[in-house]
């Protein structure tokens, strides 16, 4: 199975997918307003499994050239491909494999392949934490200048 062409992505609750000013990827107010992307060949071909070859994609904002959505910790963002310093990292960042009625019925889902314990914005980890892929689970870790759990931050300076 091979996909391409481009697409328009909605969350779970129908709001659309778009990307904002600082090039991150949110969910609009209501349904409209969503960003085109193209889906091409998966980035990350060379380290996927053959098993998962033919789901995996990578997605390109249509209006920008070599431009890619990836995953970073726990968000999702858009980036030049041309502005990277770990070209390995950005195409792991920016490959996704397709799961088809895995989730929702009629509906195809995106997981990231770099970071498959990491769910994109997961509610899981606090807010002001990052979420770290490990073997079959993840971890939570506060950014730098705050100290906690992961789950609860508070900054550093207080």
């Not at 409209?32 to 904002?61: H, N, Y």
């Not at 249509?62 to 890619?68: G, H, I, P, Q």
């Not at 490959?95 to 498959?116: C, G, K, Q, R, W």
Request: contains cysteine; hydrophobic residues 35%.
């Amino acid at each position: 199975m091979i996909f391409t062409g481009l697409i328009h992505v909605f969350g779970k609750t129908g709001r659309a997918l778009k990307v904002s000013s600082s090039n991150k990827v949110i969910l609009s107010e209501d349904g409209r307003g969503a960003s085109t992307f193209q889906v091409v060949g998966c980035r990350a071909w060379d380290v996927v499994s053959e098993e998962l070859r033919p789901r995996c994609v990578s997605l390109m904002d249509a209006n920008r050239m070599d431009w890619y959505v990836r995953h970073r910790n726990y968000y999702l963002r858009v980036d030049p491909e041309n502005d990277v310093h770990n070209l390995t990292l950005f195409d792991l960042d920016s490959s996704f494999i397709v799961h088809s009625d895995t989730f929702y019925t009629d509906f195809y889902a995106l997981e990231s392949f770099n970071y498959p314990e990491c769910a994109v914005d997961n509610g899981v980890c606090g807010p002001l934490a990052s979420c770290i892929n490990t073997t079959g689970s993840f971890d939570c870790t506060c950014l730098p200048g705050y100290t906690g759990d992961g789950f609860i931050c508070t900054s550093i300076a207080d």
